[in-house]
């Protein structure tokens, strides 16, 4: 008899129940990005255009503003990991950075300079960076070491949900505004506050051994040197990746670039991000079975396709095509890269840990934006895409040559 097909049924039975397995506060934690990514995304995928052509900063401009704005996340992050190894409590660290993401909505809308949205987009980012690190370390506490995978990758698909429905209102508010885009921009306060309430009644402070009062008595980065050299490498393997990519706002620019109207530019987004909530819980469960070294190549190289594509692109639909790639690669590693730092580090340094990835990671995000931009500035939108395409394929090629001692 021949064999017996694969059971999709029992697959698919597995599969909910390791949804049904995980804790409240990791779909509560899931849905408070949700609503502030729609906010931030629905501000970020009009902003770029905002920024360019009715405040009339150059690509230059845009590219520092985007890769401060990031780096600026990141530095806040070590500071707020640190303290919530400290302290103990993650949660006010939590709703303190999305309450300061929440009150800066307003000040978009009401921009008349660039240098309003640089400080709106500042303390945005710091609140993002404030709320980055203890939310991440919170997961790895609520849930056992063998659903790390299938917890971040729920967050980071409920994540990115958010982040298609945003530009989705947009182009939905373009339209009923007539292309307002500062009347279009004050949609972003409702979902924003709105995370801000969910998190406050609804996020529990994990209650575990691994937070007994007194297991750190010290609040000082010298605590960094208990981390392991296979943390520190995977530290050094994020700041690559993101090297090899830059700040999103330059597929926003992209699509205009190749001719999409204002109006309809969000869409680039809501297909990143629709790719990016389909494959993000999918890989993110794959991370807890499969070699962690195989799915991060499987990744550079989508993103190399993207890179390529992107460069190659002379209409909307190519455009469409590449951003869908590169949210298959976010998918892909995104939460990968959580799980990786989260299994590397000892409990009691989660946050610092995190703190100092997404540091390294942010300080190669300004240095790959500002790139970016120049390059966009000085040999068009081609040779941006084609340097982070190379950049992605000396990645790949240095991590096929590394084989780690086992």
């Known amino acids: 008899m021949p064999p017996s097909p694969p059971d999709k049924t029992a697959s698919s039975a597995a599969v909910t129940a390791v949804y049904r397995t995980l804790p409240r506060s990791i779909w509560v934690l899931g849905f408070g990005s949700l609503f502030m990514d729609m906010s931030s995304e629905l501000v970020h995928s009009l902003l770029p ?24 996340a990141a530095v806040s992050k070590v500071f707020s990991g640190a303290f919530s190894d400290y302290f103990r409590k993650r949660k006010f660290l939590v709703v303190l950075g999305y309450g300061l993401s929440a009150i800066t909505k307003p000040i978009f809308p009401l921009a008349t300079t660039v240098w309003w949205v640089f400080g709106a987009r500042f303390v945005d980012r710091i609140g993002k960076g404030i709320r980055g690190a203890p939310r991440d370390a919170m997961v790895a506490d609520i849930v056992p070491a063998q659903l790390r995978g299938a917890a971040y990758g729920l967050r980071q698909a409920l994540d990115s949900v958010g982040a298609f429905v945003g530009p989705l209102l947009a182009v939905a508010f373009m339209i009923w505004f ?56 995977i530290v050094a393997l994020g700041a690559v990746f993101t090297l090899a990519r830059f700040s999103e706002a330059f597929l926003i620019l992209r699509a205009q670039d190749v001719g999409l109207a204002v109006g309809y530019v969000p869409f680039i987004m809501i297909v990143m991000n629709i790719v990016y909530a389909t494959f993000a819980y999918p890989a993110g469960a794959a991370a807890d079975r499969l070699s962690a070294r195989t799915l ?24 469409f095509l590449g951003a869908a790639f590169w949210g298959l690669h976010m998918a892909l590693t995104q939460g990968l890269l959580s799980k990786l730092v989260a299994d590397t580090a000892p409990a009691t340094l989660r946050g610092t840990a995190f703190g100092i990835f997404n540091l390294v990671s942010g300080g190669a995000l300004l240095l790959a934006s500002v ?27 240095g991590l096929l040559l590394y084989h780690p001692k086992r």
């Open 178 to 233: 007539a292309n307002d885009i500062k009347a279009v921009l004050w949609v972003a306060v409702i979902p924003a506050f709105l995370a801000v309430l969910l998190l406050i009644v609804a996020v529990r402070e994990p209650e575990t051994s691994e937070h007994a009062p007194g297991s750190s008595n010290s609040l000082a980065f010298a605590d960094a040197r208990h981390l392991s050299l296979r943390y520190w490498l």
């Open 49 to 72: 255009i905002f920024m360019a052509t009715v405040l009339g900063a150059s690509m230059m401009t845009i590219g520092i503003i985007e890769g401060i704005a990031e780096a600026t």
């Open 296 to 319: 991060l190549m499987f990744g550079l190289g989508v993103l190399i396709v993207a890179d390529a594509v992107l460069a190659m692109a002379s209409s909307p639909g190519i455009a």
């Open 371 to 397: 790139i970016a931009g120049l390059l966009w500035s000085m040999y068009g939108a081609s040779s941006t895409f084609i340097a982070g395409a190379l950049f992605a394929a000396f990645a790949a090629m």
